[in-house]
């Protein structure tokens, strides 16, 4: 059965840094093309990064050149390296696993972890 967890959320000051983990069980890790999500309160779930199975990585314009996407597919781990963090990055991080095998795509989500930036 598919899981994923993550952790490394907390409370960090502005222009401080986190490191988000979302370690991955149950599925062949490295097929899966894997991203991190958030979702503010009030606010729609939107993407912040993703990472295929080849490590071309994609980011939203309100993280770029501040977070960094990676993965180690020998611990079936993916993480998000947060740097400059700003209170708008406050939310629930979500780690997400996909993959699409012919007609059918395959989805997983983990529980989230919560950050939050306030001094």
């Known amino acids: 059965q598919a899981q994923l967890v993550e952790s490394g959320g907390g409370l960090v000051q502005p222009g401080g840094s986190l490191r988000l983990s979302c370690a991955a069980s149950?599925?062949?890790?490295?097929?899966?093309?894997m991203g991190w999500f958030r979702q503010a309160p009030g606010k729609q779930r939107e993407l912040v990064a993703t990472i295929t199975t080849d490590v071309n990585t994609n980011y939203a314009d309100s993280v770029k050149g501040r977070f960094t996407i990676s993965r180690d597919n020998a611990k079936n781990t993916v993480y998000l390296q947060m740097n400059s963090l700003k209170p708008e990055d406050t939310a629930v991080y979500y780690c997400?696993?996909?993959?699409?095998?012919?007609?059918?795509?395959?989805?997983?989500w983990g529980q989230g972890t919560q950050v939050t930036v306030s001094s």
């Open positions: 149950g599925i062949t890790f490295k097929i899966y093309v």
């Open positions: 997400k696993a996909s993959r699409l095998a012919g007609t059918k795509v395959y989805e997983y």
